[in-house]
């Protein structure tokens, strides 16, 4: 059952690049969006997922259901090595630890960059629905992001609430989304 939940970007913004993890994550917000009259242009920018057969099945998830619902999907360039080199030196750190917040920050600075180029006065990203991570984290790394690149807005907004975290159930199995077992890094992976 499709919640009734409508939202607003913030100051009123007419285009929303929303930074999305994995089709899974991402049902229920674009679902949402797209009821609330917001068109996002979804950006895939995970260079933390490995191994690169991983990424590449969460990418083509996003990308099907992006094409199902007629919305412009950006692939950012994978680059795992640049990324390890972000997170070095805490690779034993547990799950939602220094390590997470590192790695949202190297993928949210990319995503804000990336609407800064384009012309994207807000940014918000799929990490805060996602049951592996913390809403404090994602929330600093994007308010962060954000101050690095000119004229782009944080969209802080939990989108767990509001009957979208039993949404995103139900879209997984109506639309048979790969639904993965780990957050993506090899890290990860361990725990």
């Known amino acids: 059952m499709k919640p009734n939940l409508q939202v607003e ?31 996002p242009v979804i950006f895939y920018s995970n260079s933390n997922i490995w191994p690169y057969e991983e990424y590449d099945r969460r990418r083509n998830e996003c990308v099907r259901y992006a094409q199902e619902l007629g919305l ?58 996602s049951r592996w991570k913390r809403l404090d984290q994602v929330d600093e ?5 954000c101050s690095q690149a000119d004229g782009v807005a944080w969209w802080a907004q939990n989108w767990r609430k509001g009957g979208l975290q039993e949404r995103r159930g139900e879209i997984i199995r109506e639309r048979g989304f790969y639904n993965q077992q780990y957050c993506g890094c090899e890290f990860s992976v361990r725990e």
Do not use: N
């Open 141 to 145: 790394a994007g308010r962060w992001a």
């Open 9 to 39: 970007v913030p100051g009123g913004a007419t285009r929303v690049l929303l930074h999305a993890c994995c089709a899974p994550c991402s049902g229920a917000i674009v679902e949402c969006l797209v009821d609330s009259g917001i068109r």
């Open 72 to 129: 412009e999907i950006v692939d950012d360039t994978y680059d795992h090595e640049a990324w390890g080199s972000c997170i070095a030196g805490r690779e034993d750190e547990p799950e939602r630890g220094a390590r997470c917040l590192e790695c949202f920050k190297f993928r949210l600075l990319r995503a804000a960059r990336y609407a800064a180029e384009h012309g994207f006065p807000v940014l918000t990203t799929t990490l805060a629905s």
